[in-house]
């Protein structure tokens, strides 16, 4: 079975500060990778994705993540973080040919100080 | 603009009451899902469907029903047998099975029993 591991629960940061937050997946396959964000109250907004291809993936708002099979993460970054970027984040795992397609994880809350 | 409407965006239940949260879309998807979040535990799939008038059980569908009559709509009851409601609900939909797919999320119910 798929599951998605976020070892972070919260997050602090300060304002231009550099960002990484860690996403550990289990797969039987070559996994379908994503982030969402979610603002407080809000759906989910996807971020970026990875299917196949080069391993480091651009997303929406200055957000990249890197695939890295050996170690089975897919960790989000931004060089510089910006107070609107406080929300919750969520990697998620799908695979072809499942209609559950995303398993998520349970979210890691980002705080910004300024 | 195309996206998910979800209604009513905040929702209250007695004990012993059925609730019917709504969900709409004009993607043209056929997969739709419903999930539940609550804090620390991200989201859990209640129940999906891919094609209209079928739908299947995801990870914690008791107390809970759907129906898919309409490809745009897919509803969802809290009924009395489930014991704790009290939740963020969020609906979603695909493209279907396409392996590249990307799930669209409405913006939540969130349901209080009182």
């Known amino acids: 079975a798929q599951s998605v591991t976020q070892p972070d629960i919260h997050i602090t940061v300060s304002e231009g500060a550099s960002l990484e937050l860690r996403c550990n997946y289990s797969?039987?396959?070559?996994?379908?990778l994503f982030w969402y964000v979610q603002s407080p109250g809000q759906g989910l907004q996807l971020l970026l994705k990875?299917?196949?291809?080069?391993?480091l993936v651009q997303g929406i708002k200055g957000f990249e993540a890197e695939f890295k099979r050996s170690q089975s993460s897919f960790n989000l970054r931004k060089p510089s973080v910006h107070w609107s970027d406080a929300a919750e984040y969520f990697c998620?795992?799908?695979?072809?040919?499942?209609?559950?397609?995303?398993?998520f994880g349970s979210g890691t809350q980002l705080t910004v100080l300024p | 603009d195309g996206g998910i409407t979800q209604s009513p965006k905040y929702l209250f239940r007695k004990e012993g009451q059925n609730v019917t949260l709504s969900c709409e879309q004009n993607?043209?998807?056929?997969?739709m899902y419903w999930y539940r979040q609550d804090p620390g535990q991200g989201l859990r799939l209640i129940y999906y469907?891919?094609?209209?008038?079928?739908?299947q059980k995801g990870d914690i569908a008791e107390g809970y029903s759907v129906s898919r009559e309409k490809k745009e709509s897919f509803p969802l009851t809290v009924t009395s047998a489930q014991k704790n409601p009290t939740a963020f609900y969020l609906c979603?939909?695909?493209?279907?099975?396409?392996?590249?797919?990307?799930?669209?999320f409405g913006q939540g119910t969130r349901l209080t029993v009182v």
């Open positions: 979603a939909s695909t493209q279907g099975l396409h392996l590249n797919t990307e799930a669209f």
């Open positions: 797969y039987g396959a070559t996994p379908y």
């Open positions: 990875y299917f196949s291809g080069d391993t």
């Open positions: 998620a795992v799908g695979g072809a040919g499942s209609a559950r397609q995303l398993t």
């Open positions: 993607l043209n998807h056929d997969a």
């Open positions: 469907s891919q094609i209209v008038n079928d739908f």
